[in-house]
């Protein structure tokens, strides 16, 4: 995955070199300041409406004042992060992009195999990389499908090197040291104690991270990654940034903060947020200038650890503020000192929280007053930072810039988790070994689910590495397939005579824990008074190729048979029951026409009139209207159509 360095200064220089000779020859009718695509992932269009009604949302409502705004704006199908970006970034759909799923399994691999949607080139360019091949200077900020390590890279790119070690609440224990720190930290008067702990991270040696800590009534505490080192000193109860020198990553580090232990006041502990590489590309000295001015990549969130307590709702708070600020400030610097084009940016915030804390319907676990009012709380802080942030970016606007914010999805509440796999298991079509892992050698098909969809393939002999579905056989198991999930009904005998059926979700419901047993109505009367139906089909789309759906994502990519599931269901790809009440509350996925999952889009610049844009519009269009923008011309491959054309 990583190039040599000196290879990627040399494709650097030539690339720049390709910028400046093309620069001059670009058209006349273009706007000559910035524009900038950011992306709030999550942020659908019905609750942009309602937090800009509670008052939550001021930036944004002003901003609907004066910007071009989409009421009837959707995204493609399936509704997910992944493919929406890439039809976003692309002006194409799935079918030709290949990015079907967030994971899905490719060609040639075994059935079980998966690849993530973000780490892929895209099969149709992305406008960042198309618009540069044309002469634009252009940047990416945590994009989604914005790796520069992939072939089509913006310009200038800052991306997200993944998660190299998960957080950790370390308990310290201290014990005396006598060594060249002693005499660093006070000349030897003082007794001064050490604490080591360990961080395990991924492909790379052990490291250890070494706190001190003076003796007497106002200890001082010093921290360090070297033992010949006292350190930087540092005050409890304050995040302080520790960087990391990995060979390969442009740059790595992580948030520590010292904490009392809340048993016992005496106890220093010490949390370890989430260890991140970043990856900073571009020609000249730009990664050592974001290294020198932001330091290493954030952690987005820390939801791990606020879940299991080792840090407060306010900790968790500040390290989403610091992320989403980071982002801000390093897209407004690319903007300033390098003056690109076009630059996209990204917010993960609102999505975060809407996946845990999206609580509203009585169908969900846990729906009861107190906690509705809590997760409300939660998703209100994230809306009210997402504000925080347009309201950045809308100051940072000059008179020559366009903006385009835009989402990706909105969510909807989720009750219930589905097992497409267990399914197949329970027709014979997937079979597992003695230790309950898939055995792939006697599988004939298996799913591979991402939010509220799932793609079933067939373990096609030829086609998948090591297949065994025989060619003339292959019709006949995606028939069967398509029967077991159509014919699926979930709650008939539930909604009849709930007492006397073993259903999964009854056992929950009656079990004697009290905490649910009061709180859980399911199926929610609305759920069944709307359908005017005792029964739900929760594989609500059953594609096939022969389907006209299907069409948009045709490709090699996608499964033979395609799954969507009805609104309230989410499919687990590892779930081990059937049919289950959801630990995830908020999810995508499914069929885009959903009010719930309608994202946003407000554009504002010169070029754009503002006032509602009421005609439809879908995520394809937003590319080939960006490079009307540029002034430069739609490639062949863009399904969409450009927007303000005709307004
Ligand atoms: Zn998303």
Redesign the pocket.
Known sequence: MFKPISMFIMISILCSMTITTNHSSSKATETTGTISVVSF??LGYEDAQRYIGKGIMPNLEKFQQQAAYATDFVTITPS??AP?HAAMSTGAGPSKTGIVSNHFHSLGEKVKDDQSGFAQTLGATPIWKEARNQGKITATVSFPDSNPENASAATYAVYSGGTLADSKLHNLKFSVVDDERVEQINAGSVKVEEAVISLDIKKSPAKQLYILRTDGKEPKYYISMDRKDMGEEVSPNNWIAVALNLHNFDSAGFYVKLKRSPENNEELQLFQGTVMGGLYRGPGKFAEEIQSEFGFYPAADEIEAFKNGDITREEYEQVGERFSNWVTDVSFYIKENYRPDLLFYYYSVV?NELHEFLLREPAQPGYQLANVLEKEEYVSWAFGQADRAIGRIKNNQNPDDHVLIVS??GLEPIHTRLSPNKELEKAGLLVKDQEGNIDASKTKAYAEASGTIAHVYVNLKGREKKGIVKEEEYEQVKKEIVSIFKDKTVFTALSQNPKKVAHPILRWLTSKNEKFNKVYMYPSLSVLSSEKQSEVYPYETVWTEDQEGYAALNNNNSGDVFLSAAPGFIMGKDAKIAVEPTQELGS?GGNPERSTLRPILYASGPMIPPGEMSERITMTDIAPSVYELLGLGVPDFVEGKIIWSGR
Do not use: N, P, Y
Request: charged share 35%; glycine share 12%; no cysteine.
């Open positions: 992932d999550g997910l992060t929406s999505d990706d999805h995508h």
